[in-house]
């Protein structure tokens, strides 16, 4: 079992950044593959970023390269998105995810989630 808390969310003007993070409990988080997922009002969820048990590979959407990063810290079971030149499109719940497949990860997320934490962007 694998539980997972978000935090890190909040208001923020366009053009600015905001860190998420996503505290996971168990002593056997370093073979997770980690992820990150969206879901905006009205939209169906959808990835934004992965990164492996190691932290070697990392996958981006599309809508999110070169502005977001994903990093993770083994030793704190943290994973982290930061996010940069925030758009308001980006406004959406922000979930954590994690599964022992990092292709599992990076298409629909896996068997754990945490419970989501709100961004805003405004214009």
């Known amino acids: 079992q694998v539980q997972l808390v978000e935090s890190g969310g909040g208001l923020v003007q366009a053009g600015g950044s905001l860190r998420l993070s996503c505290a996971a409990s168990g002593r056997t988080f370093s073979s997770y593959a980690m992820g990150w997922f969206r879901q905006a009002p009205g939209k169906e969820r959808a990835f934004v970023a992965a990164i492996n048990w190691s932290g070697g590979s990392t996958s981006y959407a599309d809508s999110v390269k070169g502005r977001f990063t994903i990093s993770r810290d083994n030793a704190k079971n943290t994973v982290y998105l930061q996010m940069n030149s925030l758009k308001p499109e980006d406004t959406a719940v922000y979930y954590c995810?994690?599964?022992?497949?990092?292709?599992?990860?990076?298409?629909?997320?896996?068997?754990?989630w945490g419970q989501g934490t709100q961004v805003t962007v405004s214009s």
């Open positions: 995810a994690a599964d022992r497949k990092y292709t599992v990860v990076v298409t629909t997320g896996g068997d754990y």
